[in-house]
């Protein structure tokens, strides 16, 4: 595998994280299988969910309420050369409505497929889901 085969499986990696969360926020529900394997799985630690399989996920992405938005962030890639599976930690911060966020930290497991690299398991970790803002406080 040469140096740019490398760098451009790095960036196709960043990419595919980049784009969770636009089809996510979109709600483009149909580009699932464009982010995620047809085996795939997904959980939020500390909870009762995990689901796995394409169709499941998609239910499930379908039937919640998500955060105005997911932001991705300290990106950290691993992926020996020619490797056809690499794994991630992304930091995470998804403000609600409701002025909490959600921060945390996916952790995934990212495959080269015959479509290009997908998450075979993405596992959110999250620190705080009821954070919120308060005023500064005068030192």
């Known amino acids: 595998m040469t140096l740019d085969r490398h760098r451009s499986d790095l960036e196709a990696i960043q990419h595919l994280i980049v784009l969770y969360g636009h089809v996510i926020d979109d709600a483009e529900w149909d580009r699932l299988n464009e982010i ?58 998804a403000p609600r409505a409701n002025g909490t966020s959600a921060i945390g930290t996916y952790h995934d497991v990212i495959v080269r497929t015959r ?13 705080d889901l009821h954070w919120r803002s308060a005023p500064l406080e005068p030192s």
């Not at 998450?119 to 970790?125: E, L, N, P, S, Y």
Request: proline fraction near 3%; aromatic fraction near 10%.
């Open 36 to 93: 995620f394997a047809p085996d795939a799985s997904f959980q939020i630690e500390g909870t009762d969910i995990a689901v796995s399989g394409l169709d499941r996920i998609d239910e499930f992405m379908r039937s919640i309420t998500h955060p105005l938005a997911h932001f991705s962030t300290n990106v950290m890639v691993d992926l020996d050369e020619g490797a056809d599976v690499a794994t991630a930690r992304v930091k995470l911060f």
């Open 115 to 127: 479509r290009g690299w997908r998450f075979q398991q993405r596992i959110v970790k999250v620190a």
